[in-house]
Every structure is written in C-alpha cells, then in structure tokens.
C-alpha cells in the first residue's frame, strides 16, 4: 500500500519570501512563532514579515519536547488565541509544533534550517518523566514546509554534519523497511545521493548556497521516506541510546549509522547496493563511515559521552521489544555493535 503525506512545500531560495501568501493561503490571521531560544532572532524576523498576522513568539523549544515545554507552549497558544504555529528551526522547534497541533489541531506552517526532516512527517515525540514517547498522528503533520537554503547559512557545521547524516540514516533504513514500496525507495536512494554530495561542501564552504539547497533537498527526501515507512534497528538503538543516555541525537545517528548497516548486510542484500550506488560505489557500511569521517563528524559513542559501563544494559534495553529488522535482532551481535560504535571502529 502506498499513501502519499499531503503537505505543500516551498522550495528554493528566497523562497521566504512567499511566507506572507502561504499564511494567508492557510486562512490563519494569529501566528504563534516558535523557535529555540539560540534562534530568537529568526523568529523576530518571522513575526515582523507576518506583521499584523503574527499574534506572539514563543522562543522555548527545547531539545526532545519536555511535557512541561508543551504543556507550556498550549498555554501560550491558547492565550494569544493562536489559530496556526509557525515552526522556524530543527526538529526540536518542529516537534514542539507537533506537540501543540497534537492536543489543538493548529496548522503548522514549518521552516526548517536543518536537515533532520522533522517537517515531513507526522511522527511526534514528547518526553516525560525521562521517557520519550513517539507516535504518528496526521494532525502533527505540517501544511506547510518552506525550505529556504539561505536560512541554513548560520548552521555551524558541527551541526550541519550530523544533521545530514541523520537524514540519511531516514533514507538508509526505508531502503529495508518492512513496508518498503518502490516509490520510496527512489526517494530514500535520491537523498543519500543528494546529501553524500552535498555535506562536505556544506560543512567546508559554508557560503555555497547550491550545496545547501541540495542538502535540504535530500532532507526533504529523507523526512517524506521517515513519514512514510517504518524504520529498523538502527533507529530503535539511536532512540535507545538518545532517551536512556541523553546522547545528542544527530551526532548518536551519525556513529551507530555505518554499524547498523553492517549488521543488517547480508539480510539486505539489494538495499546494500542501492546505498553503495547512492555513495558513489563504496561499500554501503564503510561507505558511511568515511562520508562521517570527511565531514568532521564525531565517530565513536565514547566522544559523545557514553560511558563503556553502560553497554550491557543499552544492549538489554535496545534488543528488548525490538522494532521491525531484516535481520534478527541477537543481543550478543548488538552488543558486539555497541561495542565497535563506542571505539570507534571503522566497520567490516
Ligand atoms: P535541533 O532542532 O535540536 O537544533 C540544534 C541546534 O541548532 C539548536 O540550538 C537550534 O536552535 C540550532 N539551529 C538550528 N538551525 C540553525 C540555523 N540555521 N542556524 C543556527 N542555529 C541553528 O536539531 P535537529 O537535529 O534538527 O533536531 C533534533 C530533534 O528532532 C530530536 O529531538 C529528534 O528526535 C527530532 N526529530 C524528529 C523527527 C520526526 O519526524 N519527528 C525527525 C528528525 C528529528
């Protein structure tokens, strides 16, 4: 079965400035804006282009949406008698948005200036009490995406890197999914190759606007694949180990993406070498690994602040209620995994 999500995207530069027709296309006369508080000042920028349709800014969003933040951010939106949310941000200021249309149904209207791909999908996540809870719902889904590389101009590389590379772990997985169709296995295909091509100019000439607009391209390749099909173990480690471990969550994709691939190797033999084609011919598991390596991004989990005593128990938690695999999920295997991903260990 294939479905297609219905949202209307924006695309290219200066495509910014279509902000005030696509507001007024979706009938909304109160826009709350929402941002990280580091991205304050965009959100400004946004609220002074919608001018008299913007009813506030609301600059909290905060890393894996906190209940408290949403419970929050509502209260905000129900005050100034919000009728649409405008996201401008990352996953993070997307996924609050999500959290306010998920007990609201408020449009939102989502700009975003990473390449995580948040705004293609209608997946949520909202944490409490230390667990992260995720689950689809069409009312999060965004109307509206305009993507506008001249708004990634200011993403540090640092967090351009990951950022890319946890889009194309979206599209590496949708390539084995379980429900896999041929539609998006083109996408997922196309964004690995879009993205591989893209990230190392991103992230060393931070001027070029073409490498930018292809990145997000491939970013938006990659958040319609995640909102489309389910995603496997590499996924269900990276939820793992972002929600037990508070590892930062592009930078725990980019290291657990090339040991994923090769544990699911021969179980998924021709997405391997759709991968490989997608990286230019290298082999898909090292292929990734070297991609990470040239762009600067970390490689190993113990650079990002996982504490080797704490494996046994991730791999218990990351092999108990197991997503989807193409390969069995055996513990010792994914300790094994966790083990190289933490060394740092160029796989195969
Ligand atoms: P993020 O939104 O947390 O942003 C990271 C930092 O970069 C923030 O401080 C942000 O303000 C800053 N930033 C973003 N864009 C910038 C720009 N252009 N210039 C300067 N600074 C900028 O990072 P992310 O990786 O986009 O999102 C991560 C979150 O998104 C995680 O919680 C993850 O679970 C979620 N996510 C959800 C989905 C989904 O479909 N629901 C998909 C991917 C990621």
Not at 117 to 124: D, H, L, R
Not at 180 to 199: H, K, Q, V
């Amino acid at each position: 079965m294939y479905s297609c999500l219905p949202s209307r995207v924006v695309f290219g530069r200066g495509a910014l400035e279509k902000l005030g027709a696509e507001i007024e296309r979706l009938g909304a006369t109160r826009a709350l804006v929402l941002s990280t508080p580091e991205q304050r000042a965009a959100a400004d920028d946004i609220a002074v282009r919608l001018g008299a349709r913007a009813a506030g800014v609301y600059a909290k969003a905060v890393m894996h949406v906190p209940i408290e933040t949403a419970e929050a951010a509502r209260a905000v939106a129900r005050d100034l008698d919000a009728d649409c949310c405008v996201a401008i941000g990352g996953g993070s200021t997307i996924g609050l948005g999500k959290a306010i249309a998920l007990t609201t149904e408020l449009p939102i209207l989502a700009i975003p200036t990473t390449f995580a791909g948040s705004e293609m999908t209608p997946i949520y996540g909202i944490t409490a009490q230390g667990q992260k809870k995720t689950g689809r719902d069409a009312r999060v889904l965004p109307r509206t995406v305009i993507y506008d590389p001249v708004l990634t101009m200011t993403l540090p590389a640092r967090i351009a890197g990951p950022s890319g590379m946890n889009a194309i772990a979206h599209c590496v997985e949708a390539l084995y999914a379980e429900d896999a169709n041929p539609i998006t296995s083109l996408m997922a295909e196309e964004g690995i190759r879009a993205l591989t091509r893209s990230l190392p100019t991103v992230v060393n000439d931070p001027a070029d606007l073409d490498a930018r607009a292809q990145a997000l391209y491939g970013a938006w390749l990659a958040g319609a694949c995640l909102g489309s099909v389910g995603m496997a173990v590499h996924h269900k480690l990276c939820h793992t180990l972002g929600g037990s471990y508070n590892l930062p969550h592009a930078e725990t994709h980019t290291v657990v993406l090339p040991h994923a691939v090769h544990y699911n190797r021969d179980a998924a033999k021709e997405a391997m070498a759709r991968i490989s084609r997608a990286l230019g011919g290298d082999e898909a598991a090292g292929g990734l690994y070297d991609l990470a390596r040239s762009i600067g991004a970390p490689l190993s989990l113990r650079d990002i602040g996982m504490k080797a005593s704490a494996l046994d128990e991730a791999a218990q938690l990351a092999t108990h209620n197991p997503y989807y695999n193409p390969r069995p999920i055996e513990f010792e295997a994914i300790r094994r995994l966790l083990q190289n991903a933490w060394e740092g260990r160029r796989p195969g």
